[in-house]
Structure formats: C-alpha cells, structure tokens
C-alpha cells in the first residue's frame, strides 16, 4: 500500500487558507494580574459580603476571621498558580 502526501500545490493553497501550522507564544501573566484574578473568583465574592454583613452587625472577630480565610485562600491560589506560569 503506498501512501501519498499533498501535492505541493494543494499544500500552497492550505497554507494560504488555513495560515501556517506554528503554536501561538502562551500569554504570560505578571503577578499583579494573577492576584487580581484571585479575587474575582465567586467565592470571594461571597465571602466580602459575609464580611460587609458581619461587620455591620457588630460581629468584628467574624469579620476578622472571614478576612483572614479570604488571606488564605488568595494566596494559596496565588502562590500555586503563579509557579505554574513560570514553569511551564
């Protein structure tokens, strides 16, 4: 069984419909911007507003305690996700 490939007239003219085949540079992120995408997350969505509640209702260890969880939780995230860009 003999396998043939595209002529190069047909490969000329995927070329020019289809572009060349070559991967796209990832976009690389500075710190900043992981951080601020930390906290676009739902969960931290919820947890500022546990925070706006608790504190006005006087709850102010809550709302330390609700602070400190968002402290955590964004930099965990931060901190894995920044090692995965820069080694990848």
């Not at 006087?58 to 955590?72: A, N, R, S």
Request: glycine share 6%; net charge negative; hydrophobic share 50%.
């Amino acid at each position: 069984m003999k396998i043939e490939g595209l002529t190069q007239r047909q490969a000329d003219e995927l070329l020019v419909k289809h572009g060349a085949n070559i991967l796209k540079e990832p976009e690389t992120y500075g710190p900043i911007k992981i951080l601020l995408d930390q906290l676009k997350s739902p969960l931290i969505f919820v947890l500022f507003i546990a925070v706006a509640l608790s504190f006005s209702l006087g709850e102010y260890i809550d709302t330390v305690f609700i602070m400190i969880v968002i402290l955590i939780n964004t930099s965990l995230g931060f901190f894995q996700e920044y090692k995965a860009t820069k080694y990848p």
